[in-house]
């Protein structure tokens, strides 16, 4: 190049113009043509390309020793493809092909390489906190983080604090990463810093992540309360982020500060089933209960798995858990044909795939019921004798409802129905999600998590169907199902640890009514239901009830 040459454009924009919107997709063309071996490489990973990769790698050993293909020019490529994220140019999917490609191109290179002690850009120690199953989230941290560099050292689920301090100071981890899905979890967190700052270990940074926390929780609660360094990430790209902050030693702009924030939601300080307020009943009037279609209890576990699948909702699969979004300079429409064009066809691949690996069954009941101030009680077959009672929260303002409010009260000598449902797809979808993640499947993980849970969810909407027809309240069943989706039926469907009944620990009541042991189902010590694919829910009869937050 002409030492007098003008550069008159930024080459990392231009880089990433090339690849903007870019997936995975074979093609005639040979991409690589004319590009040189950083190129080429950078082009595997950005592209999540593995063809062609053991040979360019071997190219590149040429000139480079291994360490220098990682550092320079392989993690150049993932900065890259986290600039496009961040920017809404790639979707998550693709992202997770790079880093699939990452994996290989370093399972590739390590065999080369000698350990360099310190090569390593930081360490995390990442665990879901005690209690709590979920690791989704937790996981695509580790994806990101690992496949930027950085040794992650994941401990898995239900991790106690001795655990995770033990395992941090054994691994010799530079930082601690919680994850969690339940308010709960966001309070095991908090203990779990003060627990640190009597043992003294406040030095540790620590990175808190998962759906229940916000930042403002985080970032005004919790540092008031550690003696050191706490994050709030809210995705695994900000994780990435603050771990290079952490290592940089620029933890007073780690993250964005409170104030500038427009609304700021406050978590309790408390467990939520201690916030029962039993003011004065809502103006809901009961109306006749339906027919008892039987007392009792019972199971189906025979299915056409792709009936079910017409009941998974696209919108909740494709856009929420597989995380495809709408671009900028998208229209709604346009969105939605490349939705259909590019991700339709995953969906009913994997619907195929997972068609044996789905084992769905369901259990559910009815039983005689009557409601006494907060509480509906649930009665043995007699009429009589209390067999079971739940304790419901009131809204403390606006219309002050409570669940126990839609049934019929003891004061009105009339009998009511209460229903229950629980369902699961079985634990093998578990098993072979983690299997591809071990494997470094990172995408197909993410679709086959997303199709149990949301397959799970299918389920629990077909059969509680099934109870709005047994129950002879199918009257003002939808025809489309997108209204089905945004239950536009009679009645409705609450399930334990959500805003109407957020007490985890009626799970263990309903455990008791429905014994869904015999269909794979088991209760975690912290109430939450084993498999993860599962769900239950109290079916509630009466038209007016839809879905409310306790305030």
């Not at 427009?262 to 009037?285: A, C, N, Q």
């Not at 789905?358 to 019921?369: E, L, N, Q, S, T």
Request: with cysteine.
């Amino acid at each position: 190049m002409p030492e007098d040459r003008n550069v008159t454009y930024d080459p990392l924009v231009a880089f990433m113009a090339l690849f903007e919107n870019v997936q995975a997709v074979s093609s005639q063309q040979d991409p690589f043509e004319g590009l040189g071996i950083e190129e080429r490489l950078k082009l595997h990973i950005v592209n999540g390309i593995k063809k062609k990769l053991d040979g360019h790698l071997a190219e590149a050993m040429e000139t480079y020793t291994p360490l220098q293909i990682i550092n320079d020019i392989l993690l150049d490529g993932m900065k890259t493809v986290g600039e496009l994220f961040g920017a809404g140019k790639m979707q998550l999917p693709f992202v997770l092909q790079s880093a699939e490609v990452m994996k290989t191109a370093v399972a590739y290179l390590e065999p080369h390489m000698e350990k360099v002690e310190g090569s390593e850009k930081g360490s995390i120690l990442l665990a879901t906190v005690a209690g709590d199953v979920h690791d989704i989230g937790k996981n695509l941290v580790d994806i990101i983080l690992s496949n930027n560099g950085y040794r992650v050292e994941n401990i898995g689920i239900k991790q106690p604090i001795q655990t995770i301090l033990e395992e941090a100071q054994r691994r010799n981890c530079d930082v601690i990463g919680l994850s969690g899905l339940l308010v709960k979890s966001t309070l095991v967190m908090r203990d779990n810093l003060l627990e640190m700052n009597a043992r003294g270990l406040a030095h540790i940074p620590v990175i808190l992540g998962g759906a229940a926390l916000t930042r403002a929780y985080v970032e005004e609660d919790l540092r008031a309360q550690y003696h050191g360094n706490v994050f709030y990430a809210q995705d695994a790209f900000e994780g990435l982020h603050l771990m290079g902050e952490i290592k940089e030693g620029n933890t007073e702009d780690a993250t964005p500060r409170v104030s500038q924030r427009v609304v700021s939601h406050r978590l309790p300080d408390r467990d939520p089933e201690l916030y029962v307020f039993t003011g004065v009943r809502s103006e809901i009037e009961p109306v006749a209960p339906p027919t008892l279609p039987f007392y009792g209890v019972q199971k189906r576990t025979k299915f056409d798995i792709f009936e079910l699948y017409k009941y998974i909702n696209p919108i909740a699969l494709w856009r929420g858990q597989w995380q495809f979004k709408r671009r900028a300079d998208q229209t709604n429409a346009e969105f939605n044909a490349w939705l259909e064009e590019n991700v339709r066809p995953i969906y009913e691949r994997k619907q195929r795939e997972l068609a044996n690996v789905m084992k769905p069954a369901v259990k559910w009941g009815y039983f005689w019921a009557q409601s006494e101030g907060n509480d509906l009680i649930i009665y043995h077959e007699d009429q009589r004798t209390e067999r079971a009672r739940f304790q419901f929260p009131r809204q403390r303002d606006g219309k002050r409802q409570c669940l126990a409010d839609f049934f019929q009260p003891v004061s009105s000598g009339i009998m009511d129905v209460a229903a229950f449902h629980i369902v699961t797809v079985g634990g093998d979808v578990s098993e072979h999600e983690r299997a591809l993640f071990a494997n470094g499947d990172y995408a197909e993980y993410l679709y086959t998590h997303g199709m149990g849970v949301e397959t799970a969810e299918a389920l629990a909407e077909y059969w509680h169907q099934m109870i709005r027809r047994e129950m002879g309240i199918d009257d003002a069943e939808p025809e489309d199902m997108r209204l089905l989706f945004s239950a536009k039926y009679h009645g409705s469907r609450y399930s334990f640890g959500y805003p109407a009944c957020p007490n985890l620990e009626d799970q263990r009541i309903l455990m008791e009514l429905l014994e869904p042991q015999d269909i794979g189902i088991t209760l975690s010590e912290e109430d939450m239901l084993v498999p993860e694919q599962s769900t239950s829910a109290i079916i509630v009869h009466h038209p007016e009830a839809k879905y409310f937050n306790i305030r």
